[in-house]
């Protein structure tokens, strides 16, 4: 993994896989998209069954090279330039140490995490007349969303990854929302990097938004919806959790939880023949991210097993021994599923284990050919707008 990172090596490959994809993909894919019994999945459009294998292709290359990123979305940068206005960038402090406890604070000791600010990004409503960052109003309901990107490539910043496709579908579908806050977090890397921030950072960082929300901006708990696509989604999903287990009253639960494709089994303990790792491949870009990269980036210094073996990592492996209560004093939930992802099974894992501990506080809603993290698509319709219409629902009945 990341082979061609260096120079003169990163040149090289670059050149190969621009010149392969223009004369040898491209092609390819037309072909393949054209032939319906060809297509990564049958029911899907030419044009789809043709962005798939390009998105992927593009993912695969940056798994050898390494992820693109850019000073500009730099915090500092963006901080002490125009684009702090334009995109209504905000810092936000720390959370202060008392809320650093448990079996989180044992393993941010071990792996030398410390507490520090973070910053994120308002999004706004077409038409928005407020100030972005503006004191909450009594009856608003606001979503704190946490980005994607297997917590080692993009960001909080609108053009940093799917932020701008995924807040503009709430915006278009879910009436009552007119503002989102994205929250930014810690990237992780781990070998052949030199190893940095492991869990907790991430969380922590997620912690100071909410945390940020509630003070700074003045929301209720029960107006907070935190929301996540991908590693994001394990990220809000951890961090409700940790709220649930500690009970902060200066930082209780939020009102709701929203989890988009979040992935959940980092140690890929959902595998063999007849599992969704194998049977839907073909309809999902990102195997890479589950080749082992993240999966040694969050345990830090603990022992390579925890990666299975810890419910902060993956807490829907097959092989954690005590699950019952795991998610007990969660919010009510919205699990969002592609029926087409390979992390499918350990979303069902997930639902099954949710409902167990909140019942009817959870719903479930697997949508047919969808591949992952669908929501930040433009070009996954109807599936996504139909998807964002059914959460708008789901927010409406909170
Ligand atoms: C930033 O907030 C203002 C309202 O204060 C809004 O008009 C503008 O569109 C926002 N920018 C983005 C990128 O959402
Ligand atoms: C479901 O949520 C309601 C509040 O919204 C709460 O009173 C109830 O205890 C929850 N049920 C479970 C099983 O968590
Ligand atoms: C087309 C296909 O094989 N889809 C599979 C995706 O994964 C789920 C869960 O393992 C299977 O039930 C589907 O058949």
Redo the contacts with the bound molecule.
């Keep these: 993994m990341f082979e061609f990172r260096r120079q003169p090596l990163w040149t090289v490959y670059v050149i190969y896989f621009v010149l392969s994809t223009f004369f040898v993909r491209v092609p390819i894919w037309v072909v393949t998209a054209l032939i319906p019994s060809s297509r990564p999945r049958r029911s899907w459009s030419i044009s789809r069954s043709f962005i798939f294998p390009a998105l992927r292709a593009a993912l695969d290359g940056c798994f050898r090279i390494s992820f693109p990123s850019s000073s500009k979305h730099d915090p500092e940068y963006v901080a002490t330039s125009e684009d702090a206005q334009k995109f209504n960038f905000t810092w936000c402090p720390s959370v202060p140490k008392d809320l650093l406890v448990g079996e989180v604070e044992e393993i941010a000791q071990r792996n030398g995490v410390e507490l520090q600010k973070t910053y994120g990004y308002w999004f706004t409503r077409p038409g928005y007349s407020g100030a972005a960052n503006g004191a909450a109003q009594s009856d608003e309901k606001v979503i704190l969303h946490l980005h994607g990107g297997g917590y080692i490539c993009a960001s909080a910043h609108p053009k940093g990854g799917g932020n701008t496709v995924m807040t503009s579908g709430f915006f278009e579908n879910c009436p009552s929302i007119a503002r989102i806050f994205c929250g930014a977090y810690r990237l992780s890397t781990s070998v052949p990097f030199p190893s940095a921030n492991p869990f907790p950072a991430a969380l922590l960082d997620a912690a100071a938004t909410y945390y940020y929300l509630l003070h700074a901006v003045g929301f209720r708990h029960e107006q907070v919806i935190i929301s996540g696509d991908s590693a994001g989604g394990h990220l809000a999903l951890a961090l409700v959790r940790y709220l649930a287990i500690h009970q902060f009253p200066t930082l209780p639960v939020p009102g709701s939880l929203l989890l988009i494709s979040p992935t959940v089994d980092w140690a890929v303990t959902h595998t063999g023949k007849g599992s969704s790792m194998v049977r839907n491949a073909s309809s999902d870009y990102c195997n890479q991210f589950f080749a082992g990269h993240t999966k040694r980036c969050l345990p830090g210094t603990l022992p390579e097993r925890d990666a299975a073996t810890n419910a902060w990592i993956s807490p829907t492996s097959l092989k954690l021994e005590d699950v019952e209560g795991l998610f ?5 939930t919205y699990l969002l599923a592609g029926e087409a992802e390979i992390c499918l099974d350990s979303y069902r894992t997930l639902r099954d284990r949710l409902s167990g ?5 959870l719903t479930y809603n697997e949508v047919k050919d969808a591949t992952h993290d669908f929501l930040t698509m433009s070009w996954h319709e109807p599936e996504r707008s139909s998807a964002f219409k059914d959460i708008a629902s789901w927010i409406t009945a909170l």
Excluded at 357 to 361: A, L, Q, S, T
């Design positions: 007990k004093g969660l919010p009510k501990d909140i019942g009817g506080n």
